[in-house]
C-alpha cells in the first residue's frame, strides 16, 4: 500500500512538473517559428524552425537594441536586494532572537504597509519624482523596489532566524564575541538557506516589476520589462518576437533560481520539520 502510494506521488509530481513547463516550453517552441507560422490557429508543429525573432529582440534589423534595458534591470534589482538583506538582515535579528518590545506590533506594522494597492501610490511617487528631478533615474526604482520588498524580507527572515538555537549565540556572548561578530559569524552562516531564499524572492519581484518602471521611467533607465511591452504593436504580427523576448528576459531569473535551488529549497522549508 505504501508503495502504491509513493508510486502514485511520484506520478502526481511528474504531472505537476510537466503542467507548469508546458508554457514555458510552448514560448520557446513560438519564439523559433516565423511570425506567419506562430499566428496560425490551431499552430503547427511541423512549421520551419527560424532564429528571425531573437535576431528582432537583440536589433540587428535595425531595431533598438535591448542590452541598456537588460543592464538597467540587472542594476535596479542587484542593488535593491543587496540593500533589502543589509537592513532586512539586522531587523530580523531584533524581531527574533533580541527581541524588541512589542515585536508582534512590528511585524503587523511591516505587513499592513502591503495593504495598499500599489497604483494607490503611484501619483505621489510620481509628483516627488518630478518635484526631486528623479524621473528616469535608475537609482529611483533601485529606492522603490528596496522598500517595496523590504517588509517581505523582514517576515521571511524573521521566521528563519526564529529557528536559530538561542544557545549558540550566547556561547559566542560569552567569549566575548560583539554584535557585528555574532552576525557576520554566527547568525548568518546558519541562516544562509533563508538569506538565499529571500535575496531570491525579492531578485526576481525587482526583475517583474512592471508598473512603477513603465510609469517613471523613459529612455536611459528603461528596465527590461517596459523593453518588452514595446513589442507589442496594434498593427502587425508580433507572437513570435514577444516570446523570444520573454525568453530571453527570463534567463537570469531561472538562472538564479537554477544556481540558487538547494538553498532555496533549504531556506523555504526551513522550519518545517522539527
Not at 503611484?122 to 529611483?140: R, S, T
Not at 516570446?243 to 531569473?253: G, H, Q, R
Amino acid at each position: 500500500m505504501n508503495v502504491v502510494r509513493r508510486n502514485s506521488m511520484g506520478l502526481m509530481a511528474w504531472l505537476a512538473g510537466i503542467v507548469f513547463f508546458l508554457p514555458i516550453a510552448w514560448m520557446a517552441l513560438t519564439s523559433l517559428h516565423s511570425e506567419a507560422d506562430a499566428a496560425t490557429n490551431p499552430p503547427s508543429f511541423a512549421a520551419s524552425l527560424t532564429l528571425d525573432g531573437y535576431r528582432e529582440f537583440f536589433g540587428t534589423g535595425g531595431g533598438a537594441s535591448p542590452w541598456p534595458a537588460l543592464i538597467n534591470s540587472a542594476v535596479a534589482s542587484l542593488a535593491s536586494t543587496l540593500l533589502v538583506l543589509l537592513l532586512a538582515f539586522p531587523a530580523a535579528y531584533a524581531l527574533s532572537i533580541n527581541r524588541v518590545r512589542k515585536w508582534t506590533d512590528v511585524l503587523f506594522f511591516f505587513l499592513s504597509t502591503k495593504m495598499l494597492p500599489v497604483v494607490a501610490g503611484l501619483l505621489p511617487i510620481y509628483l516627488f519624482a518630478k518635484n526631486a528631478g528623479m524621473l528616469d533615474n535608475i537609482w529611483l526604482l533601485v529606492i522603490l523596489y528596496t522598500s517595496m520588498n523590504l517588509p517581505i524580507a523582514v517576515w521571511m527572515m524573521q521566521s528563519f532566524l526564529a529557528e536559530i538555537p538561542v544557545a549558540v549565540i550566547e556561547a559566542a556572548r560569552v567569549d566575548g564575541a560583539g554584535l557585528a561578530t555574532v552576525l557576520a559569524r554566527i547568525v548568518a552562516p546558519i541562516a544562509l538557506p533563508g538569506i538565499a531564499a529571500t535575496s531570491l524572492i525579492c531578485f526576481i519581484f525587482s526583475w517583474n516589476e512592471l508598473l512603477f518602471a513603465r510609469v517613471l521611467t523613459g529612455v536611459v533607465a528603461e528596465t527590461a520589462p517596459v523593453f518588452l511591452t514595446g513589442f507589442i504593436t496594434s498593427q502587425g504580427l508580433f507572437l513570435a518576437k514577444v516570446c523570444a523576448a520573454s525568453l530571453v528576459i527570463s534567463l537570469p531569473v531561472l538562472a538564479a533560481g537554477f544556481a540558487a535551488q538547494d538553498k532555496l529549497v533549504q531556506g523555504l522549508s526551513l522550519g518545517a520539520v522539527k
